[in-house]
């Protein structure tokens, strides 16, 4: 004998029920599961707006933070019951609560008579932004690997991409590309014949290279798709995707080789720190995200803040700027992405092997690139005895431009490689 509760009903399920009164109840059950998660979302936005420090205390501490989180994002985004389709879902209202004309996008739904899967498919399809994760496997299998994982790094590895697809799937993300790095590499054949070779590092311990194979494996075991192309590095593959992918992309990579990708359609996720919750005992991300620039809502909170008109306001706006900030490449560096492979060419990169110019550290690249723009507008004005230029640096410039167009080879990532294009999730 089953029986369930629900506020003052109560439910009894024996072998002698009838199909009239399993009918009954299962009406009930379905008008019950279709409001349930706006009950909690609007719980949820009634307490926070009471109280914003600890309005998670009015849920019991076995509920999942997630689910409650998702179902208050849904709920203000349709804060009113005129704002909510009757006929329609809660997944279907979450499937495009993020579009601005998500009423229209209901309203559509309902006039195809589309029932929930078909209509998941058709917003999927149709409506949802793409938005690609493409993964440095290399990076983070050799990350794991070298802080002491050993043969547990592919395990960990695949669960950490797992979990962390898995989160930002509820975020809206619908694509994943794993990338990895060819056995073979053109750039080492540029620098056969340099004393300093590129890459100069020894073979890799034979469990490592088990290790790598073992987590692509795994990937590949979980459904997600792994891609490599021969000759070419992992970064390339994502620079290449950043260039081609018809929608958002982001890289998951520290490698500072991958900044030049960074666009207003693609981000790097630097790392993802996994929490656990005190109350729920769930683990939850701490995301570090990194842009190209700032963001349009803090370009317009700083220029509020120039003007002497809102001078009143400077507290509030100083505020409000602090919360909008958040690290990227142009207030970091002062450099836009694309001038990123020019400003490495100067500056060098010891981890692979490429000296630069002689001489010239990491600040006094990113001051000739500021001023000058280009690495070829910097190596110009070099050799023009150009006096911004002291003539030791004019010295190292004008050696690097000996062999400017090798070393342009080596720092610029390749954005034109045939990549696979089935990457849904």
Request: with cysteine; charged share 30%.
């Amino acid at each position: 004998m089953s029986h369930m509760k629900t506020h003052d009903q109560y439910f009894e399920i024996t072998p002698n029920s009838t199909m009239e009164q399993l009918s009954e109840y299962g009406g009930q059950f379905g008008y019950l599961q279709r409001g349930v998660a706006w009950w909690v979302g609007d719980l949820a936005r009634y307490a926070e707006s009471r109280w914003p420090e600890i309005w998670h205390q009015v849920f019991p501490e076995w509920i999942s933070p997630g689910l409650v989180d998702r179902c208050k994002g849904v709920a203000k985004a349709y804060p009113n019951e005129a704002d909510r389709n009757p006929l329609c879902t809660w997944t279907q209202h979450m499937q495009v609560a993020n579009k601005t004309n998500r009423k229209e996008l209901l309203d559509e739904i309902v006039n195809k008579g589309l029932t929930t899967d078909e209509s998941r498919k058709a917003v999927s399809e149709s409506s949802k932004p793409r938005w690609l994760l493409a993964v440095d496997v290399n990076y983070h299998l050799h990350r794991h690997w070298y802080s002491g994982a050993g043969v547990e790094a592919a395990k960990q590895v695949c669960d950490w991409i797992c979990r962390t697809v898995d989160r930002l799937q509820h975020k809206g993300l619908t694509d994943v590309v794993c990338c990895f790095d060819s056995p073979n590499n053109f750039r080492k054949a540029i620098t056969k014949e340099w004393a300093d070779k590129y890459k100069p590092r020894p073979p890799k311990d034979i469990e490592l290279v088990q290790q790598l194979q073992l987590v692509r494996d795994l990937l590949d075991g979980r459904g997600l798709l792994c891609a490599s192309v021969d000759t070419f590095e992992a970064d390339d593959l994502m620079a290449s995707y950043a260039a081609q992918f018809d929608g958002r992309v982001t890289i998951l990579s520290q490698d500072k080789d991958t900044k030049q990708c960074l666009s207003e359609r693609c981000n790097i996720l630097l790392d993802v720190n996994w929490n656990e919750d005190p109350t729920s005992g769930d683990l939850l991300p701490d995301y570090k995200w990194y842009s190209a620039g700032p963001g349009p809502r803090l370009r317009e909170l700083r220029t509020l803040r120039a003007d002497p008109a809102n001078e009143e306001d400077a507290t509030q706006l100083d505020k409000e700027i602090d919360a909008a900030t958040h690290p990227n490449l142009l207030d970091d560096t002062g450099l836009r992405p694309d001038q990123w492979p020019d400003y490495q060419a100067i500056w060098g990169d010891n981890v692979d092997g490429i000296k630069g110019a002689a001489g010239i550290g990491e600040k006094g690249a990113k001051d000739l690139i500021v001023e000058f723009g280009t690495l070829d507008a910097v190596i110009e004005a070099a050799k023009a005895d150009d006096e911004r230029i002291t003539p030791k640096r004019r010295e190292a410039l004008c050696q690097l431009a000996e062999q400017v167009d090798a070393v342009r080879q080596l720092v610029t990532l390749r954005t034109d490689l045939p990549i696979p294009r089935n990457t849904r999730i």
